[in-house]
């Protein structure tokens, strides 16, 4: 059965796990030193796929007579209301440190988790899994007023959906 709850962003956590590679390990280095996993004070997160899809006109008609698929893109951005330099060496790896290393060396990769769980039915979740993520630009927004924050965007290699009802 479908799960039909309605969540609240204050439902969700986000969730950083590893993948069984070298880019995979890089993020791990990086996940565990600054306690990454849940990411905390995360804000506006943001998930889109473009599936490119393409219209096929025939001569002498106004609508379209077929739709393909094409590329599938898939791409987010999440803003942080804490600045520790975590996010930033998810970016650029060893590039990201004082002490300089020669190149190349590999940006870290993982997998990015939302899950959404409605405290009042806690049994029933819906998790969005991001398979692949790499970080790809990265934003530091110092206010006159307001919270001193970090944005980050992301774009990932394929995304998975579980739903669980109770």
Same mark, same amino acid.
């Given at each position: ?123 029933? !979740? ?24 970090? !944005? ?15």
């Amino acid at each position: 059965m479908p799960n039909t709850n309605v969540f609240r962003g204050s439902d969700a956590t986000l969730t950083l796990a590893i993948e069984d590679s070298v880019e995979g390990q890089a993020a791990n280095e990086i996940i565990e030193l600054y306690q990454l996993s849940p990411v905390g004070r995360a804000t506006s997160v943001e998930v889109f796929i473009n599936t490119e899809l393409e219209q096929f006109h025939e001569i002498g008609k106004r609508h379209p007579a077929a739709l393909r698929p094409g590329n599938i893109n898939i791409s987010g951005r999440v803003g942080r209301a804490y600045i520790n330099g975590a996010l930033l060496r998810l970016l650029l790896g060893k590039g990201a440190l004082v002490e300089r290393e020669a190149e190349p060396y590999a940006q870290p990769s993982f997998n990015m988790m939302l899950n959404l769980t409605d405290p009042a039915q806690p049994e029933t !979740s819906s998790t969005l899994t991001i398979h692949g993520v790499k970080f790809e630009n990265w934003a530091y927004s110092l206010p006159e007023d307001d919270f001193v924050m970090e !944005s980050i965007t992301f774009k990932g290699m394929f995304i998975t959906v579980e739903d669980v009802e109770a």
